[in-house]
């Protein structure tokens, strides 16, 4: 069980329950994921995380699809069960394909790698990717 | 430098030339980058990680800009700065506009502030992302 | 189960039991967590372990319950699941409220957010906060 | 240089001179950190950040300075060097003595060791610590 | 259940089972580990990463031992429960003992809490290990 | 610098320049590292930091060498500039050829890329390696 455990909708304060409602209509689902329920004990929260992912998830120069891919991506990297669980199947029903997956999962493994040997080896940045300092 | 120092085109043997010269002609370069120059000095690892980058990263089910951006998150996740530099000026070749590089740090923001939420707050799987288990 | 299992009190040798008996001692409680009979298989990491966390945990300049909160903090940024839950309970007892709880959650997520996004932009420190080299 | 470059105050558009007047207005500064002039290439990420920073490093169940040593703790087991170098000042600016701060990297530093020991000796949380599924 | 299920040897592909097949005779057992049934979807990965790790793990100027303690350091320092089973299990069958595996873990742990004082301090690189700049 | 600058030796107190002294004899060398200077403002986490590296790297059932490549492989994983640095070079002193690094730094990068393969295709451990649960 989460910490403090989950607010159900029913025993939802009324700014709770905006929220919650809020995030059904948008998603078109009827149901709220536990992670909101979870944080539901500190409204306030509540409300600027779901607004901020409101705003950064939308489509705009990136699509929404790529968007969750990148936030996969980002989970995988950082382990966070919860979250690979979760935006894995709202890629999925964005219309990531099992051939998508596997080449998210592919360029994930293989950036770790590389990040580690880069570091690793100690190599500096190239001349080209330097810029002059900021004054 | 690099741990052990970079190895240029003009003091490779044929084995690291015959890799740096793949990797011009794949990516329509002129140089190779000083990550491949502080590997050579173990060519079996400059064969297989060169090898590895060409096959995942090549066009697919995924295009070549989206794994270029899922790259760049993996190596800001990671903190890994000659990745960063590297991979955000392969993305801007690749065409990754300004707004396109704002968006994805923006969602490579909120993914590891919401990461550590659902990990902090200790939230579950909802039972509909759970699966049964394998045989 | 811990990779080589759980020595428990009745098991263990003097020299365990000596370090269980001064943990419970300190923290004036009859039970001793499995972290520590994990790494009983080792009694010299136990008793160095111990007399580390003792040192480091009591309070000085900062409070014992700020000392567990950046304990917690650190442990949901590394994603510790066994930490996380034993940290949480340890801040409890010594006196956090779900409200500071909350304030700790929220803290952590937007250092986390705004690590990356430092790091992603790839942000050169300011001037005002460099210090000159040292000899 | 930051990856967009720096807007400064004169060449930003009102939108963004407003942020950084709330930012030098609410910390009672006369500059902005480079952070926020980093990421004013996206006006509504910087006004998002920016306000979400405002909410939850604001002084309430947890003083000023404890959400500032927790910012720190992050960032030190993120390996930010830029959010290490700029919130250590900011702590110290509010109130950090030395004593605290090598309190603090020794809290760090050990919880860091021990959250290692605990994943890597596949340590299960005590039954104490559980808590019934949610339902 | 991993994300697209485990391709087991009787539902797998003739170049699935050539894989497996080459696994279970250059290790020896007869049976292949769930990481490779569930990476199995993408054939392409699964053999590239067989390959690689074929390659990476053989004895040579380190004995095989030595890269199995390399893993487990790795994959406890990234807090893989998967990694951390099966390569502990893996290290024991290739000689580990308890004692090794006390004093990889002892070392693991020092090296996570001095990587994070040595970040958190701000130390910077001593004169006799830097390097003069490449060309 | 480091954040509270260096303590060179003819600064430092007795206390502190007990531990410079037994660093020196115990790796027979004749300057002190810069980290031990940076944590020296901090006298008694000086001395259990460098009693406990004392006791964790000296030879036991793992040699000397094993134990600073595990050293390198956790500080790579961490993205530790200065840990790189330093026991990459502490490494070489103690015996490591480039071509034992070579290996080293291959053994890292498929660790950390099939970490994240794991973790992302959500693998669960197999029977063989999952172990009763402790009572």
């Given at each position: 069980?989460?910490?403090?455990?989950?607010?159900?909708?029913?025993?939802?304060?009324?700014?709770?329950?905006?929220?919650?409602?809020?995030?059904?209509?948008?998603?078109?689902?009827?149901?709220?994921?536990?992670?909101?329920?979870?944080?539901?004990?500190?409204?306030?929260?509540?409300?600027?995380?779901?607004?901020?992912?409101?705003?950064?998830?939308?489509?705009?120069?990136?699509?929404?699809?790529?968007?969750?891919l990148i936030y996969?991506a980002?989970?995988?990297?950082?382990?966070?069960?919860?979250?690979?669980?979760?935006?894995?199947?709202?890629?999925?029903?964005?219309?990531?394909?099992?051939?998508?997956?596997?080449?998210?999962?592919?360029?994930?493994?293989?950036?770790?790698?590389?990040?580690?040997?880069?570091?690793?080896?100690?190599?500096?940045?190239?001349?080209?990717?330097?810029?002059?300092?900021?004054?």
């Open positions: 069980m989460a910490t403090l455990g989950l607010i159900e909708y029913e025993d939802a304060s009324p700014e709770v329950r905006a929220v919650y409602d809020d995030i059904m209509a948008t998603r078109k689902v009827d149901r709220v994921n536990n992670f909101w329920k979870a944080i539901a004990h500190d409204p306030v929260t509540l409300k600027r995380t779901w607004e901020s992912i409101k705003q950064v998830m939308a489509p705009g120069a990136l699509d929404a699809l790529t968007k969750e996969v980002v989970s995988v990297t950082n382990n966070c069960g919860y979250c690979i669980a979760t935006h894995t199947a709202a890629a999925q029903k964005k219309g990531m394909t099992d051939a998508m997956y596997a080449e998210l999962m592919a360029a994930v493994g293989m950036a770790n790698e590389t990040n580690n040997l880069a570091t690793g080896y100690q190599v500096e940045v190239d001349d080209p990717f330097k810029k002059p300092r900021s004054r």
